[in-house]
């Protein structure tokens, strides 16, 4: 029996493995946590224990214990959810559109198929379908752009909440050099963006990200605009793209002739600090890449998408090196896969480019707590820490035979974990858990 006075306790047996801090390029072993036979304990959601289960039970009241609802996963890996720094919803049905570079792959692919949001039908539809997606490949909370359309982001909100999501979305602001059925004004900007911060920021676990799409589509006075929302409540957040082209880069300057660098665009309007992410990030002068961790300014690591689209590669180590957060991140429709698993083989093929390889427990970090603290929820979320929100995936690393025979069945963790992101995706994936609660098994 259990009433909504009863706390509801849940123990989770398996391979545990989360993070304290960022590994860094040797896998230091005092940024995590492995118990091969450990435990959760979770109370109304949230992780009351972790540990060794020979220790946890000790510590858990034996008639809890008795009482709890008890997920065995004796064998798998039990990791935090994964999370998904930078990605677009109604993107989805254009994964995988041939043959362009960025500004021809917007206007011949993106835009089209953004246009068909005014539907409220299509947003309700698609955003569905994504959500399911994600927690079938293990992804747990993203930053998540809708469209221009106001309807766009309440189809989204709607889907998150339906799965009590730690989610974030935003209206795309756009007011210019983008076809006329998807531009706002600034004045449709405020007043969308002001009634659905507060109709969704903070209702449950949703939060709203101010989204102007990137420098080239919003006007002065409209980037203005974002960066005065930006401040305008303390836990806004703020999503967009940064140098991802060399041909969108020059468009910038030409854009934009008073500022320094496109950094310095974003900069002049108020909208770099905490909780701030900008994707790709490939090309940027030092002063850039200083200026973004000085602000507190997030990277989103895309390599699937900087792949695909042949944008260029996003040199990880350095950013981390200068002290900008990094998250990992699909990119979907840009991005070819809705799996950080497969991303991350991507991201350590993009590290092996720099000469300065990925290594497998820095990679599951970026994958978790590393997207965490990119996005400033590693308060709520990202790993087992007492009084976090117990969302977790469920991995199998034997999940196909190539790593079946890869890894015999045995191999130590490191191993195991490098494997799994260069022959595995999203077939390891056993179950997602949100809040405790079963929200995806294979
Ligand atoms: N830059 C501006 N908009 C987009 C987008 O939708 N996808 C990517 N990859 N880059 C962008
Ligand atoms: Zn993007």
Redesign the pocket.
């Known amino acids: 029996m259990n009433d909504s006075t009863t706390p509801r306790h849940q123990l989770v047996l398996g391979q545990i493995l989360h993070f304290l801090s960022d590994p860094g390029e040797h896998d230091a072993a005092d940024s995590y946590q492995y118990f091969p036979d450990g435990a959760l304990w979770i109370v109304d959601g949230h992780i009351a224990d972790v540990g060794a289960w020979q220790d946890l039970q000790a510590r858990i009241p034996a008639a809890v214990r008795g009482a709890a609802e008890v997920f065995d996963y004796t064998g798998k890996l039990v990791l935090p959810g994964l999370i998904d720094t930078h990605c677009?919803y109604p993107?989805s049905g254009i994964i995988a559109s041939f043959g362009r570079q960025?500004l021809d792959w917007?206007n011949d692919y993106?835009f089209p198929a953004e246009a068909a949001f005014s539907d409220p039908a299509v947003g309700a539809a698609t955003a569905d379908y994504f959500v399911e997606r994600m927690l079938a490949h293990g992804t747990t909370t993203a930053s998540v752009?809708s469209t221009v359309h106001p309807e766009s982001v309440d189809a989204f909100m709607a889907s998150a909440k339906k799965h009590h999501l730690r989610m974030l979305t935003g209206k795309v602001m756009m007011d210019r050099h983008a076809p006329a059925n998807l531009m706002d004004t600034v004045a449709d900007a405020e007043r969308d963006c002001l009634a659905l911060i507060e109709r969704w920021h903070g209702q449950g676990r949703l939060r709203y990200s101010i989204t102007p799409?990137?420098a080239p589509t919003s006007s002065p006075a409209q980037l203005a605009l974002a960066g005065e929302l930006y401040h305008s409540l303390p836990d806004l957040h703020v999503q967009s793209?940064l140098a991802?082209n060399p041909d969108e880069i020059a468009w910038v300057g030409e854009l934009f002739p008073h500022c320094r660098d496109y950094l310095d665009v974003y900069s002049h309007y108020g909208l770099l600090g905490p909780r701030t992410i900008y994707?790709?990030c490939i090309h940027l002068a030092p002063v850039e890449i200083e200026e973004m961790a000085s602000t507190g300014s997030a990277a989103a690591f895309c390599p699937t998408?900087n792949l695909f689209?042949g944008s260029g590669f996003f040199n990880h180590p350095a950013a981390s090196d200068a002290g900008i957060r990094v998250g990992l991140a699909t990119?979907v429709g840009?991005g070819t896969s809705f799996s950080l698993i497969r991303t991350l083989g991507e991201a350590y093929k993009v590290s092996q480019l720099h000469q300065r390889p990925l290594p497998p427990l820095r990679a599951w970090f970026l994958a978790t707590l590393g997207g965490a603290q990119a996005l400033y929820l590693e308060k709520f979320i990202g790993n087992f820490m007492p009084g976090k929100e117990a969302d977790f995936v469920v991995l199998d690393p034997c999940a196909t035979p190539e790593l079946d025979f890869r890894l015999k069945g045995g191999e130590g963790l490191a191993e195991r974990l490098f494997a799994m992101m260069i022959l595995g995706d999203e077939r390891c994936v056993k179950a997602t858990h949100i809040m405790g609660k079963l929200a995806f098994q294979s």
């Open positions: 677009h993107q960025l917007l993106t752009f799409r990137f793209h991802e994707g790709h998408s689209l990119d840009g």
